[in-house]
T-cell receptor, first 114, second 112 residues
Framework: AQSVTQLDSQVPVFEEAPVELRCNYS??????LFWYVQYPNQGLQLLLK??????LVKGINGFEAEFNKSQTSFHLRKPSVHISDTAEYFC????????????FGRGTSLIVHP | DAGITQSPRHKVTETGTPVTLRCHQT?????MYWYRQDPGHGLRLIHY???????DKGEVSDGYSVSRSKTEDFLLTLESATSSQTSVYFC???????????FGPGTRLTVL
């Protein structure tokens, strides 16, 4: 079984400041890791994913995340946020090479203030 | 974009009535999922399908059933709706070769 913990339910930040959204996972097998974004009244869309290879993954809209196997973490970062980044962010984990049944974290609400 | 549509987009119903939500996809993806989203709980898997007539339960399947008679359609049925099933329901598919889920726009269900 696998689990995901998003350590912050809400992260307020000022526009143009850097931000980090934290995600830790637990699994007994190799994993794939994902970050999804949900804008108000919309479905989720993929920001980035780690399947294998380089541990630093770059995604859309200037976001990146780093896979740290020893710390079982996959934190999401952006060096300078915009008002339009205000959204809910979900971390997800699935078993590598297995049936695609991901487990989602509870989400982090990023609130960007002007 | 996997061309996922959900219907209805909004529904208000009364306790005890049956409700069916429909998910339709145009990409011929094999896997389809139903999730519910509630504040503080994130996304929780209700049921999923790995092919026509092949379905399995997720973590919150009690009170829900599903059917998949065609690749493109995945139906979620609440046999007798309860107020605890008030939620936003999302359908998703996965492009297996890309290990990436695509989500529909959601259905907001209110059970009075």
């Amino acid at each position: 079984a696998q689990s995901v913990t998003q350590l912050d339910s809400q992260v307020p930040v000022f526009e143009e400041a850097p931000v980090e959204l934290r995600c830790n996972y637990s699994s007994s097998v190799s994993v794939y890791l994902f970050w999804y974004v949900q804008y108000p009244n919309q479905g989720l869309q993929l920001l980035l994913k780690y399947l294998s290879g380089s541990t630093l993954v770059k995604g859309i809209n200037g976001f990146e995340a780093e896979f740290n196997k020893s710390q079982t973490s996959f934190h999401l970062r952006k060096p300078s946020v915009h008002i339009s980044d205000t959204a809910e962010y979900f971390c997800a984990v699935s078993e590598a090479g297995g049936s695609y049944i991901p487990t989602f974290g509870r989400g982090t609400s990023l609130i960007v203030h002007p | 974009d996997a061309g996922i549509t959900q219907s209805p987009r909004h529904k208000v119903t009364e306790t005890g009535t049956p409700v069916t939500l429909r998910c339709h996809q145009t990409e011929n993806h094999r896997y389809m999922y139903w999730y519910r989203q509630d504040p503080g709980h994130g996304l929780r898997l209700i049921h999923y399908s790995y092919g026509v007539k092949d379905t399995d339960k997720g973590e919150v399947s009690d009170g829900y059933s599903v059917s998949r008679s065609k690749t493109e359609d995945f139906l979620l049925t609440l046999e007798s709706a309860t107020s605890s099933q008030t939620s936003v329901y999302f359908c998703a598919t996965v492009a297996g070769d890309r290990n990436e889920q695509f989500f529909g726009p959601g259905t907001r269900l209110t059970v009075l």
